[in-house]
């Protein structure tokens, strides 16, 4: 599989749905395969909160290949044998795409906290600049789970002629409250951590690279990206020492995992990156503009395939049951799919249990 | 109705299951009602983690009335014109009874981070030494939800003559790594805390009763004590501003609940009371010394009643659901009620929704 990763400049303005504008921005993006001569060949591959454009592939030195390689490469279910898939890294993500630590052209300092409010919208809309550049007008599929799959809800209302079909994992029309309570874990606890300062810790800080704050966030993430029976499965109630059961301190192994898991996600995600993609996912709401929802997704023109996971805690199968349901009311029932998976992997079930709905994915995309 | 506040102080041990020992130790407790003469309509009522001493009335110029007020009172399910109702506040919580920042006799201070860990055990064994002192020897129930049904459950088990009933509502034979997990971001926020100083706070610092570790902590909690449905009731996608939509840290109104209740959290409650309870219940295990759970279980002498609600998001019904089916597999059919309540209001529905199983209580405690 050819694998490149490439940045593309614009110098142009973007602008926003707050009002407010970014005056040039910077987009990563990597792509697997070839283009074909009529660039019909074209699948985007939308990423999560904490995901980048490293989708598939690994790089020299790499322990873990990207976040969804069961699921894209040569003969897999996004074949790269035959389809040319771009995954870009959001803007605001810090993953290198523009995101709040980059340079304010205006001040040519780091935005910070100055950095715009984006809306998936937005994220979208500067996608779109890069099909442009890359000479692209049309894809297959997109595709995306969680706040990936917001992107591919997105596509469907907002560019109804660009891609022939959607897909769209573990996600939702609109954010609910018991998700933003989730956040606002992380967005509270960032906020109040001294070695945060108001936005102005130092960059490349040990400290910063290790803020408590941005882990309890992570932390509280984690819980409702698994699901109890996973945790029950993976976790038991084993203990970690097999003296500590009377010592404060001790830990049972769920507790080890988290804090593993949390206090390492400082070191490869910015605290700014993720109060603002926070944001932007807790303002998500395919209902624009106070439309309804029915008007919204009466704009669809691409093939929508909704899949959700029996025990995702995070985005429940009735909401993207409820997607389903408002495409049949607008008599789209011939451009929706709905398929429940029975998962075990709780929210995560979409970059995990591949297996699961690959050759559903296969189907979808097989040339009819 | 009649409620007496007391404190009792005992000048004698209690060894602990960990093998330590408090030198001295007291409970507060109140009582509602009155005791007969042949000391036959005592009903024990056992408070969850943030509860107290304080389940009914009203005191003078207080805003709200006792946490179970519902529940009991003159003519109420638990109807203090018939019983003597004594609720105390537990070991380890911050309400009176002894607790981390009582003074430990043998060093003259308070023993902070030198307070051993509790079981439910423990916390059930000084209560039995309250109810000698007053000459109980019996009640009719032992009522509790949550960590107060696991109280229930450990006299049902390792007192098994005392009561005639317990109720558990809520709550589950051994805490689960999905609540452990919810408990952990309280744990790490608080010992993170640098006011919290390694437990070594100032008293009535009014730093120390904003401890934002201890806010974070009760977030978490709040938001597995509710259900998304109810927070879809309750606050849908409302916005707290108007026009903030587009700012970082502009909120949602599930946003500005959580923060009104977690904020206002140390006020009332310590953080070492919080990591000590936390500890409580995480090892909380029915099946103990490694028995099996129906070993435990065989241990049962009283009728067990157990109300579970269906959308309790932090002990789910299928684990009350266990106890059931174990109590009848070791042959206990006949001393083993189970109701499922339909609730709305999560795990908090044994403390909120108390018309919808007090006449399922009325029933249990009818003299037959």
């Excluded at 894809?139 to 969680?146: E, L, N, P, Q, T």
């Excluded at 573990?170 to 954010?175: M, V």
């Excluded at 490869?268 to 993720?274: A, G, K, N, R, T």
């Excluded at 106070?290 to 995070?314: C, G, P, R, T, Y």
Aim: proline share 3%; charged share 25%; glycine share 6%.
């Amino acid at each position: 599989m050819r694998i490149e990763t490439k940045v593309e400049k614009f110098n142009e303005h973007l602008y926003l749905e707050s009002g407010r504008l970014l005056e040039s921005f910077e987009i990563i993006y990597e792509t697997y395969g070839e283009l074909n001569e009529d660039k019909s060949n074209v699948i985007v591959i939308c990423h999560a909160l904490s995901g980048s454009h490293h989708a598939a592939g690994r790089y020299a030195n790499e322990a873990k290949a990207g976040w969804w390689d069961k699921f894209i490469g040569d003969g897999k279910a996004i074949d790269t044998t035959k389809y040319f898939v771009i995954c870009s890294n959001n803007i605001g993500s810090s993953y290198g795409s523009t995101n709040p630590m980059s340079i304010d052209s205006s001040t040519k300092k780091e935005y910070r906290l100055k950095f715009p409010v984006l809306t998936i919208s937005d994220i979208v809309k500067a996608q779109m600049k890069l099909y442009k550049r890359l000479k692209i007008t049309k894809a297959k599929a997109v595709i995306g789970g969680s706040m990936g799959g917001m992107q591919a809800l997105c596509y469907a209302i907002e560019q109804p002629t660009f891609t022939d079909n959607v897909i769209a994992l573990a996600t939702t029309a609109y954010t609910r409250p018991w998700a933003i309570a989730f956040n606002k874990i992380g967005i509270e606890a960032i906020r109040h951590d001294p070695i945060f300062n108001n936005g102005n810790y130092k960059k490349d800080d040990p400290k910063a690279l290790g803020l408590v704050g941005l882990s309890l966030g992570r932390m509280a993430g984690l819980i409702c990206y698994l699901s109890p029976n996973l945790f029950n499965s993976k976790f038991g109630r084993d203990y970690s020492q097999t003296d500590g059961l009377y010592e404060l301190f001790g830990e049972f192994e769920v507790e080890k995992y988290l804090k593993y898991n949390a206090y390492s996600f400082p070191k490869v995600f910015d605290p700014l990156s993720y109060l603002y993609t926070c944001k932007t996912m807790n303002i998500f709401d395919a209902g624009r503009n106070k439309d309804k929802l029915e008007d919204s997704f009466d704009k669809v023109q691409a093939n929508l395939h909704l899949i959700a996971f029996s025990d995702d805690m995070l985005f429940f199968p009735e909401e993207m049951e409820e997607i389903r349901d408002i495409m049949i009311k607008i008599g789209k029932k011939d451009k929706v799919t709905y398929k429940l998976v029975q998962s075990q992997s709780g929210h995560d079930s979409f970059l995990v249990e591949v297996e699961k709905f690959e050759e559903h994915i296969r189907e979808i995309l097989k040339d009819k």
